[in-house]
Every structure is written in C-alpha cells, then in structure tokens.
C-alpha cells in the first residue's frame, strides 16, 4: 500500500504563509498526477488544488487560487504546496494524494495528514 507523508502543518496567524510537503514513492510520482485535499473540524474532506504528473497543468478550487501555489519535484518524490494569504478559514488537516482521475478524483487510501491551525 502506498505511503503517503505530508509535513510541514503549524500554527500560524492570518495573512502568515505556510509550506506543507508530500513524499511518496518513486512509481507514484513517476506514474500519476496528484494533488492536495483539506478537511476542516466538522466538515468532509475537499479539493484544494492538483498537479500533473510532469508539473505543467496545475488546477485549484476557488476558495485557494490566487493564494496557494503547488508544484512537484519528481526527483525527490515530493510535492508541495505554497500556502500565503492564510485565512482562519484554511483550518485543517491538509492531505496529498495521488489521482486517478484529473483533478480531484483521489485513491481510497490517505495519509495521516498535516495540521494547519490559522489564528485571527
């Protein structure tokens, strides 16, 4: 079964920018695009934003475009996802995943995901 790794959460005020990163295999990242979900206290888990798999197509849900930025260093198994402008909104355990369909359909299986806390 895959492992999937997301580091990088913390607690940081509004306005404050954050840099969450994902590691997985060397065949995920060889093989699929991927991308990156949240899930707020008491809510069910949504898109936020996906890469292709050579990192030229990126796709973003409203509520982060414009603010996050996500790329992919396949060389390092690793993704990323640039967080500035953080709302208290954006409170929420943050997941990678990878796709298997473009852009939000992710695989049943997750991480144990990163905290992000954003305070007013």
């Known amino acids: 079964q895959e492992q999937l790794v997301e580091s990088g959460g913390g607690l940081v005020q509004a306005g404050g920018s954050l840099r969450l990163s994902c590691t997985a295999s060397e065949r995920t990242f060889k093989l699929y695009n991927m991308g990156w979900f949240r899930q707020a206290p008491g809510k069910e888990r949504e898109f936020a934003a996906a890469i292709t798999q050579s990192g030229s197509s990126k796709y973003y849900s409203d509520s982060v475009k414009g603010r996050f930025t996500v790329s992919r260093d396949n060389g390092k198994n690793t993704m990323y996802l640039q967080m500035n402008s953080l709302k208290p909104e954006d409170t929420a355990v943050y997941y990678c995943?990878?796709?298997?369909?473009?852009?939000?359909?992710?695989?049943?299986?997750w991480g144990q995901g990163t905290l992000v806390t954003v305070s007013s």
């Open positions: 995943n990878a796709l298997r369909g473009w852009p939000r359909d992710a695989f049943d299986a």
